[in-house]
């Protein structure tokens, strides 16, 4: 896999993004457990990367609610289906890991469900911020719980998400 990467500058902070053979791969948080791609090179004249960092920037402040971009996550079939699940998740809108696993037709799964959730490796663009706990808590989030309100904040009109 060729890969080319960009960091951007974020409210909740820098977001690392990968995109690979016409596809977004990956936006990652500082200090994410998973990480850019070994040998993935500078990419800042890549288109792809380039729309990606003006739609984040759009969504931060405000303008935008659902991204329009090529995706290609890796994972397998079972974390891919969350991860679709996860998209079709609205704007402003949060579920429950139980409803997620509703959603993909698998009640039962709601722990591979959570798993597959803390691994998804497009961070905002694949709202995974979104999914809560069956009780209404803010439950883990791989960018941490602050990253995660700052992001329901944003999206239920508080205002900008601070750094």
């Known amino acids: 896999m060729s890969a080319s990467t960009t960091t951007v500058a974020s409210p909740i902070g820098p977001l690392a993004l990968v995109a690979s053979d016409g596809a977004l791969?990956?936006?990652?948080?500082?200090?994410h457990h998973q990480r850019v791609p070994a040998g993935a090179l500078p990419?800042?004249?890549d288109p792809l990367l380039g729309e990606a960092a003006a739609q984040l920037h759009d969504y931060f402040a405000g303008r935008l609610r659902r991204f329009d971009?090529?995706?290609?996550?890796v994972?397998?079939?079972?974390?891919?289906a969350v991860w679709a699940a996860l998209v079709e998740v609205p704007y402003?809108?949060?579920?429950?890991?139980?409803?997620?696993?509703?959603?993909?037709g698998r009640p039962r799964a709601v722990r591979a469900v959570g798993l597959a959730n803390g691994r998804?490796?497009?961070?905002?663009?694949?709202?995974?911020?979104?999914v809560i706990g069956a009780d209404g808590r803010l439950t883990g989030y791989a960018?941490?719980?602050d990253r995660k309100r700052a992001l329901l904040e944003l999206e239920a009109g508080e205002g900008r998400p601070a750094a």
């Open 25 to 31: 791969v990956g936006v990652y948080l500082d200090g």
């Open 43 to 45: 990419g800042t004249d």
């Open 69 to 73: 971009l090529p995706l290609r996550p």
């Open 75 to 80: 994972g397998t079939a079972f974390q891919r």
């Open 92 to 104: 402003g809108v949060t579920c429950s890991y139980g409803e997620l696993a509703d959603r993909i």
């Open 120 to 130: 998804n490796p497009l961070a905002v663009v694949v709202p995974c911020h979104r």
């Open 143 to 145: 960018g941490g719980l």
